[in-house]
């Protein structure tokens, strides 16, 4: 018979009651604070809107409801397969308390990291409460993704939120169906609750009134100081860009200086976090010169900024630089995920001009087709874009950047969310101090217009893929793009995934090159080859199916870099002499990272 752990007693039951009742008046202490704080806002702007809102899922599940009220016989069918699955759970705890060994009846996914406490296995009770959660969870998101006849978009809507619900209902977020949780509350006799609500209180008042979970030790890195810290030098700007160039490691350095574009609803530095996961101080020690475009986070000035400002004010001006600071008017040029997108426009505008200045063109996580986008789709589509705008429009034109925060965060709600509620707030944890997390809690703001282009031209529309796009006065189309390509994806994005990027070798003109990483949106693109982690897949063919690539490819370990630089060394002319910043005509203005990094989001 399976024998429960010990632990589960209070060691001071005095004391127990004395903190449960602190918790208890903490709490009526953090409900007057918050209640305060939402009287105040009532006098505020108001913040942009959670997507979760009823007119915005409301539909959807109307259209569940009406498909389920409509077709009994899928009702019945649906619950016919739920209770045999209780049933035998039933039975193998029956028999598993008689004494026996039973395999369980469902068991966690192997990426699900609530369930890893031994107790889930080990104690009867808990495991029965880990799988009943299980059974019934998998049964309602089988159930809601089966329903036939449902529109796209709603399916795609009530598939979202319902796992949005499952998430939040699990046992492992709540302080007595949790056996960490319970044993941490009775052996430290509720100092852990006392913790967490001072940990909420705190988080509470960082986000002006609204949660803003605390993921990593923000003391712990400061941009410039142990994060960021590749040496080199503000060499141009303007309202809306700085452009870093750093200080050559190496005495000679290819010919054509290296360009990144990197997202702008991020800062740059996720492509130079710490100096073992830094990609540009990898790239500068291969011998390029390396320019990065640090993104001004948009404040009332910039509100008026539009997808075009980012190509002609952006682009455009970053080329000349670099021409002005290298003296080189050919390069080649790196765009990741958003910061991609723009450069793919770009490179169709230049085609459209005759402008041969980029050589060839690099692309992590970026995407032109966006008929197979990923998760982001279930926030888009025209009802909440219109919505959306009239929002930024009462937010002074911007999109705030907890709120982009709080969309992605959604996207994995269990790893990015609960975790953080469970570890904070009801272990009353600190937070691990994570050079990742932390640049992850570094949001920007983003002008309306902009913004709304993207939505609607991208993944609204699609229209870069369907040539329709028109920018700077020309219309786009992809096939012109001829220069040398190397598209980067990665096997688990969920932002961009590897299907969507894969659209992108059938659209272009030129040489491509596709490749996909191993894990995910970040991880998969700053994998550095001295952490010798993952792998990656390669195939010489393009058939038009990405899934007949993947048959055909072969897998490679480690880091996907060196695999990069082979291709991009070839395309990079000869070796000069290194660059130093300030050395050509542009003076250097400032020590990297440059003041546009420093600036934070609402």
Known sequence: MDQEKPGFTI?????????????????????????????????????????????????????????????????????????????????????????????????????????????????????????????????????????????????????????????????????????????????????NLLRGLEHLLEDLERGDGKLAIRMTDLEAFEVGRNIAITPGKVVFRNPLIELLQYTPTTETVYQRPLLIFPPWINKYYILDLTAEKSFIKWAVAQGYTVFVVSWANPDAELADKTFESYLLEGVYPALDAVEQAAGESEVNAIGYCIGGTLLTTALAHMAARGDKRIKCATFFAAQADFSEAGELKVFIDAEQIDALGQKMDRAGGLLESSEMSNTFNMLRSNDLIWSFVVNNYLLGKEPAPFDLLYWNSDQTNMPKEMHLFYLRECYLNNNLAKGEMVLGGEKLDLSKITIPVFLQSSVDDHIAPYRSVYKSTKLLGGEVNFLIAGSGHIAGVINPPSQQKYQYWKNEELPDDVEEWRKGATEYPGSWWPNWHIWHAAHSGDMVPARQPGSGKLPVLMDAPGSYVLVKGR
């Open 11 to 191: 060691p001071d039951p005095a004391l127990f009651g004395r903190n449960m009742l602190k918790v208890a008046e903490q709490g009526q202490r953090l409900l007057q604070k918050f209640m305060d704080r939402r009287i105040r806002a009532q006098a505020k702007p108001p913040r942009l809107g959670d997507p979760t809102k009823a007119s915005v899922i409301g539909p959807a599940f109307l259209d569940l409801a009406k498909h389920l009220l409509g077709d009994t016989e899928y009702v019945i069918e649906a619950q016919s397969k739920i209770w045999p699955a209780y049933l035998q759970l039933l039975q193998s705890m029956t028999r598993r308390l008689l004494g026996e060994a039973v395999p369980p009846t469902i068991t966690p996914d192997r990426n699900d990291k609530r369930f890893r406490a031994p107790e889930w296995s080990e104690s009867l009770a808990f495991d029965f409460i880990k799988q009943s959660y299980l059974l019934t969870s998998n049964w309602l998101m089988q159930t809601v993704g089966s329903v036939e006849g449902m529109d796209p978009g709603n399916a795609h809507k009530v598939a979202f939120y319902t796992k949005q619900f499952v998430d939040a209902l699990s046992p492992s977020n709540f302080v007595l169906t949790n056996p960490e949780i319970l044993r941490a509350t009775l052996r430290s006799n509720g100092e």
